[in-house]
């Protein structure tokens, strides 16, 4: 992966992960989370303490990695949004 150490999730959970302990015992900071090769999301962890044979990290936020074009972009659907309403 880009940038730095890989490490598998042994669980994923809202608000926080773990990593086995044997292969790493702290972890702060920004992280990125992938599927395979693929990236599913990046993460702030703000806290890590070792339970047991896991290494518990708890997130401050998680952000899903968009696959696509910005929301900024013309969309080639012309179905409206959820909840227009046209004019009267």
Request: charged share 25%.
């Amino acid at each position: 992966m880009p940038g730095g150490r890989v490490w598998p999730i042994l669980k994923r959970w809202s608000g926080g992960f773990s990593l086995d302990a044997a292969q790493v015992t702290n972890l702060r900071g920004h992280v990125q989370i992938f599927d395979g090769e693929r990236p599913v999301a990046t993460a702030l962890i703000v806290a890590a303490e070792v339970d047991g044979f896991e290494l518990i990290c708890s997130t401050k936020r998680e952000t899903p990695v968009r696959h696509g074009p910005a929301l900024d972009f013309e969309r080639e659907d012309r179905t409206p949004p959820l909840g227009f309403m046209p004019p009267a």
